[in-house]
């Protein structure tokens, strides 16, 4: 199993609909993120958990809603998108913040079009 | 705003020169600095990381910091077209919440 796993990797959805992203990771590692990755933009970070707890959401739109049922899993649900979130989302994780190096090892992303 | 400045290239270096990418930082509380680098399509996979000013050298890599410039850098000394890649500078505290800059696009001709 590579590191962090993310599926689907590529996903069409039209604006009414509800879909899910899904990412797995397994090194160990009790801290899991949601970036994305816009075209000529800075990655943006979603979503923080540390622990299984939401410690930062970045006021992202209520329409993307995260679940980190355990240390090893991370989902984002999705619904009532607009185009304008078409995007690559990445799923990240990393070693007890505060302690490691900060270093985030990402999965190979979910490259999602809203049409 | 915590943000991070990069200049979005391309830059455009021959075969075996050396490539020189640059990113200023405005949050002075930043401990740790890192280096992706991410090829089209792929996702961002780590090249250095750096917490101490000077500098830290990993076999064609060197990175840069000068925290009174709030400045980090990365050289690739003998550059190969398999470089080629968008290179992401961030920094971030203890907690791992990285900041990225927008990525600088290296173009390795051969």
């Excluded at chain 1, 599926?7 to 609909?17: A, D, E, K, S």
């Excluded at chain 2, 200049?7 to 600095?33: H, K, M, W």
Aim: glycine letters at 8%; charged letters at 20%; proline letters at 5%.
């Amino acid at each position: 199993e590579t590191g962090v796993t993310q599926t689907p990797r590529h996903l069409v959805m039209g604006m009414t609909n509800k879909k899910s992203l899904k990412c797995e990771q397994h090194l160990g590692h009790n801290a899991m993120y949601w970036y994305k990755q816009s075209a000529k933009k800075p990655l943006e970070l979603m979503f923080v958990y540390s622990l299984e707890e939401r410690v930062e959401n970045n006021s992202v739109p209520s329409r993307f809603s995260p679940e980190c049922p355990n240390s090893s899993h991370l989902f984002l649900h999705l619904h009532t998108l607009q185009p304008e979130d078409s995007a690559l989302y990445l799923c990240a994780s990393s070693q007890n913040p505060g302690h490691g190096t900060g270093e985030l090892f990402f999965g190979e992303g979910s490259r999602l079009t809203v049409l | 705003q915590k943000e991070v400045e990069q200049n979005s290239g391309p830059l455009s270096v021959p075969e075996g020169a050396i490539a020189s990418l640059n990113c200023t930082y405005s949050d002075r509380g930043s401990q740790s600095f890192f280096w992706y680098r991410q090829y089209s399509g792929k996702s961002p996979e780590l090249i250095m990381f750096i917490y101490s000013n000077g500098d830290k050298e990993d076999g064609r890599f060197t990175a840069q910091l000068n925290k009174a410039s709030q400045y980090v850098s990365l050289l690739i000394r003998d550059s190969q077209p398999s470089d080629s890649a968008t290179y992401l500078c961030a920094g971030g505290g203890s907690q791992g919440n990285l900041i990225f800059g927008k990525g600088t696009k290296l173009s390795v001709k051969p």
